[in-house]
T-cell receptor, first 114, second 116 residues
Framework: GAGVSQSPSNKVTEKGKDVELRCDPISGHTALYWYRQSLGQGLEFLIYFQGNSAPDKSGLPSDRFSAERTGGSVSTLTIQRTQQEDSAVYLC????????????FGPGTRLTVT | KQEVTQIPAALSVPEGENLVLNCSFTDSAIYNLQWFRQDPGKGLTSLLLIQSSQREQTSGRLNASLDKSSGRSTLYIAASQPGDSATYLCAVRRLSGGTSYGKLTFGQGTILTVHP
């Protein structure tokens, strides 16, 4: 079946602009995660959605970052007033739910802020 | 705060060798541990998931072990092949902490090169 998909695959934006990154999880997966991967920091957790529960936003680096998940499926990560340090690969993952299950990752969106 | 360390940072071996990648974590109160591989410019591919109650998991030429009390996991790759060349990442999920259950904490990875 289809895996996790993300769009766009690459995004170049000017400093100060807003960007939206999209994630389509595997059908039927109730849990969805956002991470980012940058050269200096490795892979960092950003936010986690599980069913109808309030999301765990503990990894969001600033209030410029937000995410939503509509209808328990597609998620959008929004970065407002982008800064150069936001340049990274943003990875989305989903799992069947609960903590016993593997997380399956999408190919990522490479964001470059110029 | 959980910290995950992977040793070595890079490894280069000739084809056919058996090899071991190491992962250590500072907080033994984990729910499970997952090994991934990442090819250049690609996302992560899940290799093995070990629950905290398990000692090891096997998939083909891969075997992962977990010693929770000592905070260690190893990934054993038998009869390595050039196609195994990738970055290998381990990640742990915390046992407690309310809503922090979900997130994975990653190591920095081991870059593996298998040359013909």
């Amino acid at each position: 079946g289809a895996g996790v998909s993300q769009s766009p695959s690459n995004k170049v934006t000017e400093k100060g602009k807003d960007v939206e990154l999209r994630c389509d999880p595997i059908s039927g997966h109730t849990a969805l995660y956002w991470y980012r991967q940058s050269l200096g920091q490795g892979l960092e957790f950003l936010i986690y959605f599980q069913g109808n529960s309030a999301p765990d936003k503990s990894g969001l680096p600033s209030d410029r970052f937000s995410a939503e998940r509509t209808g328990g499926s597609v998620s959008t990560l929004t970065i407002q007033r982008t800064q150069q340090e936001d340049s990274a690969v943003y990875l989305c993952a989903s799992s069947r739910g609960g903590h016993d299950y593997e997380q399956y990752f999408g190919p990522g969106t490479r964001l470059t802020v110029t | 705060k959980q910290e995950v360390t992977q040793i070595p940072a890079a490894l280069s071996v000739p084809e056919g060798e058996n090899l071991v990648l190491n992962c250590s974590f500072t907080d033994s109160a984990i729910y499970n541990l997952q090994w991934f591989r990442q090819d250049p410019g690609k996302g992560l591919t899940s290799l093995l998931l070990i629950q905290s109650s398990q000692r090891e998991q096997t998939s083909g030429r891969l075997n992962a072990s977990l010693d929770k009390s000592s905070g260690r996991s190893t990934l054993y790759i038998a009869a390595s092949q050039p196609g195994d060349s990738a970055t290998y990442l381990c990640a742990v999920r915390r046992l407690s902490g309310g809503t922090s259950y979900g997130k994975l904490t990653f190591g920095q990875g081991t870059i593996l090169t298998v040359h013909p």
